[in-house]
């Protein structure tokens, strides 16, 4: 009897009862995301080109573009991989979004993390390593690194003293 409520309880959930005898489900379920990329587009055409091979995939609900931008949202039960191979292969240039708000970023003043391109108010997402490893400070403790910020020998220290 059981089994049979479960199964129920499966077809009015969504589950489909598919799960086997100790109601464990089998199949993998997607989560709605949101995938952001950026994709070179110049006109009406590429716009159209890129959205209407974004909106073939299976599990997309919407494809919003921003041309202006260089930005394509599509939120859906899709994988972020699968969107940008699919852009990619409308044979425009395209990475995942690669843009964060200035607040966002946890060094935003770091020269790698400059692009003219970024909108108003973003800047490129870098890591904390790589922002280390653009300052040079790939090791050592923390103070060490400040106390050699202005240290005379140091040919690539602060020179305001």
Same mark, same amino acid.
């Given at each position: 009897?059981?089994?049979?409520?479960?199964?129920?309880?499966?077809?009015?959930?969504?589950?489909?009862?598919?799960?086997? *005898?100790?109601?464990?489900?089998?199949?993998?379920?997607? *989560?709605?995301?949101?995938?952001?990329?950026?994709?070179?587009?110049?006109?009406?055409?590429?716009?159209?080109?890129?959205?209407?091979?974004?909106?073939?995939?299976?599990?997309?609900?919407?494809?919003?573009?921003?041309?202006?931008? *260089?930005?394509?949202?599509?939120?859906?039960?899709?994988?972020?991989?699968?969107?940008?191979?699919?852009? *990619?292969?409308?044979?425009?240039?395209?990475?995942?979004?690669?843009?964060?708000?200035?607040?966002?970023?946890?060094?935003?003043?770091?020269?790698?993390?400059?692009?003219?391109?970024?909108?108003?108010?973003?800047?490129?997402?870098?890591?904390?390593?790589?922002?280390?490893?653009?300052?040079?400070?790939?090791?050592?403790?923390?103070?060490?690194?400040?106390?050699?910020?202005?240290?005379?020998?140091?040919?690539?220290?602060?020179?305001?003293?």
């Amino acid at each position: 009897m059981g089994g049979t409520l479960e199964y129920l309880a499966g077809l009015f959930t969504g589950g489909g009862g598919g799960g086997d *005898q100790h109601g464990h489900k089998n199949s993998k379920r997607r *989560q709605l995301q949101t995938v952001e990329l950026k994709v070179r587009m110049d006109c009406e055409g590429c716009e159209l080109k890129v959205k209407n091979a974004l909106s073939s995939m299976k599990g997309v609900e919407s494809v919003k573009i921003n041309r202006k931008q *260089q930005k394509v949202t599509v939120s859906g039960y899709v994988e972020a991989s699968k969107v940008l191979k699919k852009a *990619q292969s409308t044979g425009k240039k395209s990475e995942l979004w690669p843009y964060v708000p200035y607040s966002a970023a946890s060094q935003p003043y770091v020269a790698a993390a400059y692009d003219r391109r970024a909108p108003p108010g973003h800047v490129r997402n870098i890591e904390a390593s790589s922002a280390a490893h653009v300052y040079g400070h790939v090791g050592g403790r923390a103070e060490e690194r400040l106390t050699n910020l202005f240290n005379d020998e140091d040919p690539n220290a602060c020179s305001v003293m």
